[in-house]
């Protein structure tokens, strides 16, 4: 994978994506609210094969660096794994079915194992759905600043990765809030968990592909269509290695309906909510053709209001919870 020619710094951050073609719109508008953000980044865009020409065409702006999935990993070979894999394992045509979910988590994962060894900068994980509405500091020193949410808490996740890391923080919250950073020491420790020691892309790759099934496959918990994440198994080995309390932050995602203007965005980074995802791809009527359709003002006050109360109520639980150190896990 050819990245030498990329300039690095201290303070640029380095963004990670893996994406369809069908996010394009949302990367671009993405990137132009990053812009009035931060001086200087990098975005590594990791898509099919079949789309680097439609990426390379729109999204051509210095910043991007457009990378096929192949060079990391092959869905084929992906399949090949758990086709082995999972030849004992009573969920196989349920996993199977929601497969390049958890083949784009391991694309992340091996593109930020590889690029932090080689290049010993920080990364941030950014969902292609997702739009920034207010500046984030991601990072603190050698180590990522810790971000949480209480409108995710999937048991399973963490149990996969109480499989993975061999244990778990006592307190904590989800970790799901759309993005995710690690610095170089974080990554180091976190492979040096998953025992994996190559510096090659495409064995990172399948080593991680192995791992992450195996142990699913061996847990053997029922299937709920969501048994692992990146962002749950960089959080909790975050937290692992410098234990401290998350910070809660609101964003909107749940009932959207339509693409927010400019105004609206704006209007998101005085109220404190740090960004925006378009889960445009799901199949009810809300996601169907919400990127051709603007939300009404009207739709967007009662989700902000919604969004706020119920972050103020969590932030509260957070607190006291956090304060009593009280088990997440039973």
């Known amino acids: 994978m050819k990245l030498d020619k990329i300039k690095f710094s ?33 975005i590594f865009i990791i898509c099919p094969k079949k789309d680097l020409k439609q990426f390379k065409k729109k999204c051509k702006f210095n910043e991007f660096t457009i990378i096929s999935e192949d060079k990391i990993i092959s869905f084929p070979q992906f399949k090949k794994i758990f086709y082995r894999l999972s030849k004992k394992y009573k969920f196989k045509n349920l996993f199977k079915e929601r497969l ?8 992340k994962l091996a593109f930020t194992f590889y690029f932090l060894q080689k290049f010993h900068e ?3 994980l950014w969902d292609a759905d997702t739009i920034i509405a207010k500046k984030i500091e991601f990072f603190s020193g050698d180590f990522s600043r810790k971000f949480g949410t209480y409108t995710e808490f999937h048991k399973s996740y963490f149990e996969t990765n109480k499989a993975l890391l061999g244990e778990l923080p006592k307190y904590f919250i989800s970790f799901v809030v759309q993005f995710g950073s690690i610095t170089r020491d974080e ?3 976190l492979m040096k968990k998953l025992k994996i020691k190559s510096v090659k892309i495409n064995t990172i790759a399948s080593k991680l592909s192995v791992l992450i099934m195996k142990k699913i496959f061996i847990l053997k918990n029922p299937y709920n269509g969501s048994l692992f994440s990146e962002y749950e198994l960089i959080g909790n080995s975050n937290i692992l290695a410098k234990p401290g309390k998350q910070k809660l932050i609101a964003n909107l995602r749940k009932g959207l309906k339509g693409l927010l203007t400019s105004k609206q965005l ?5 109220l404190n909510i740090t960004n925006v995802t378009y889960e445009h791809t799901h199949n009810n009527i809300n996601s169907r053709g919400m990127l051709k359709r603007k939300l009404g003002w009207f739709d967007f006050t009662v989700i902000v209001l919604k969004t706020k109360l119920k972050f103020y109520y969590n932030l509260i639980k957070h607190n006291v919870l956090f304060t009593l150190n009280v088990d997440k896990m039973n």
Do not use: A, E, T
């Not at 994506?17 to 990053?34: F, M, R, T």
């Open 10 to 42: 201290k303070d640029k951050l380095n963004i990670c994506q893996v994406s369809l073609k069908g996010n394009i719109p949302i990367i671009i508008n993405n990137y132009q609210k990053l812009k009035s953000f931060y001086k200087d980044f990098n």
């Open 187 to 189: 990554c180091k420790i």
């Open 266 to 270: 704006n209007f998101l980074s005085i």
């Open 100 to 107: 390049s979910w958890y083949y784009q988590q391991v694309l």
């Open 122 to 124: 920080k990364v941030i």
